[in-house]
């Protein structure tokens, strides 16, 4: 100890000069003197024997960091093997059942919309006219495989057979149909790949426009001469055009298409119910499965194909144009009968408070008995939010004036046009009253009413 070394040299160095000179020494110390020379050497003996301790704590505190720097490289070895493992477990194939198998309920999503319908049509009784329920099922598998799926559940009257072949109303009962139900593969940023029963891109009013979107209570007349879903694979995407957001958005799509009634190409068949003539061809139906369960995988001979290219320019926030054709083709009888369909379609917004949009819509039916006739139509539609004037007023800005008119053409010889002045009240930015009035007028075998009154709350989820 190199520390008691020097304090052991302190005291022994007088000692020993009180020997070699006694008689001097012992002449200079008086008891007094020695008193506090032994006083000084205890205090350094009691310093020494605390350095001694906390050198010997400092050396046990060494000890310790060092058992410490130990544990800490086994414990960084350990942890290198396990990341050295880890990687060359993610690097070897994964079991595709594994990675569906690993996906969380949280990632379902339930949307949809709800309305209920008040209303009186010229020369009818008034009243609640529907109450729809029309849930959208959202679920990610991954991060690139997609499953939607979508209901129409509205409230209806039951019916009994009268004797007369008819049918008559008894009580209320639930009619639950599937809009759509489809997979989405997403392959990059540009191509998503969707296959199933698809809301078809003819036009863009199906896709972004039904229900509580549409801000008025019912869909377009020329609508009605379009199919709004088929069964089949669609290829679809957008692709930017520069850096200032413009794209070009595009589908390729094919469909088991429309059908005939009756399998022929004859452009009626007749009820034998009511025995009366009505259209031959069927929009909504074709799925692979006749009405007596036949698996025909098609009613007919080969299926439609189709699509749309559409082109967003916008200018500033809330500014942009919108434009696309589309378009789809194929046999819709077995006597391989054609049916084809063409849409214009166009969008403006100018400002967060105004848009105009609208669609021109020509479908050629072929038929065996009267050669082709041409279904057709268009629609136009503008709303204005009343915010926009900056009046500050919460019940004059929470209202949205809402006006259509459209045309259709069923080409056997009815003609209809229509009129509707309407208005939105926003609640909240999803629940809305849509009140409006619609003045009609036709000609033809088969005259329509002449106006309407429909109010209707809808709610979007």
């Given amino acids: 100890m190199k520390i008691r070394s020097k304090f052991f040299a302190v005291i022994i160095l007088p000692c020993a000069l009180s020997i070699v000179h006694p008689s001097r020494s012992m002449a200079a110390i008086s008891d007094e003197d020695f008193q506090k020379l032994a006083a000084q050497v205890q205090q350094l003996s009691t310093k020494v024997q605390t350095l001694e301790q906390t050198h010997e704590q400092d050396q046990h505190t060494i000890n310790q960091l060092k058992q410490q720097v130990v544990k ?152 009605g001469v379009l199919p709004d879903s088929g069964v089949g694979i669609q290829l679809r995407g957008a692709v930017p055009v520069g850096d200032s957001g413009k ?33 031959n061809l069927d929009l909504g139906g074709n799925v692979g499965v006749d009405s007596n369960g036949n698996s025909n995988f098609n009613v007919h001979n080969h299926p439609s194909g189709g699509g749309r290219l559409g082109f967003f320019l916008p200018f500033h926030p809330h500014y942009d144009v919108e434009f696309g054709v589309s378009g789809q083709t194929g046999e819709w009888s077995d006597s391989g009968n054609q049916w084809s369909a063409a849409v214009l379609d166009a969008s403006v917004h100018i400002s967060p408070y105004f848009e105009l949009k609208g669609e021109y819509i020509n479908t050629w039916v072929d038929t065996t008995d009267i050669g082709t006739y041409k279904p057709k139509g268009w629609w136009v539609q503008g709303a204005y ?12 800005s929470n209202v949205e004036l809402v006006s ?45 009413p002449d106006s309407a009154f429909v109010l209707q709350l809808s709610y979007g989820f």
Avoid at 427 to 445: C, I, K, V
């Fill in 72 to 223: 800490t490289k086994e414990t960084a070895n350990d942890a290198a093997q396990k990341a050295d493992a880890a990687t060359q477990k993610l690097q070897q194939p994964v079991d595709p059942m594994l990675n569906i198998g690993n996906a969380a309920t949280h990632n379902v999503v339930l949307t949809g919309d709800a309305e209920i319908q008040f209303g009186r049509t010229s020369k009818q009784h008034s009243g609640f006219t529907m109450a729809d329920f029309a849930p959208i099922f959202l679920y990610r598998a991954n991060d690139n495989i997609l499953f939607e799926v979508g209901f129409d559940i509205t409230m209806q009257n039951g019916s009994v057979s009268l004797l007369n072949g008819r049918n008559g109303n008894l009580g209320a009962g639930t009619s639950v149909g599937l809009s759509f139900a489809q997979i989405d593969y997403m392959v990059n940023d540009y191509v998503t790949v969707m296959a199933g029963d698809m809301i078809l891109p003819l036009g863009t009013y199906v896709e972004r426009g039904a229900g509580w979107l549409n801000k008025l209570p019912d869909d377009p007349l020329a609508r």
């Fill in 247 to 279: 794209s070009i958005t595009y589908s390729l799509y094919g469909v088991n298409g429309p059908s005939s009634v009756d399998g022929s190409g004859n452009s009626f068949y007749t009820d034998s119910l009511s025995n009366v003539l009505t259209p």
């Fill in 385 to 396: 939010k009343l915010a926009g004037l900056g009046l500050e007023m919460p019940y004059i």
């Fill in 404 to 448: 259509r008119y459209d045309v259709v053409n069923d080409g056997l010889g009815t003609r209809v046009s229509r009129a509707t002045a309407g208005v939105v009240y926003y609640f909240t930015n999803t629940l809305q009253m849509e009140g409006a009035y619609e003045w009609l007028h036709s000609r033809g075998p088969n005259p329509q």
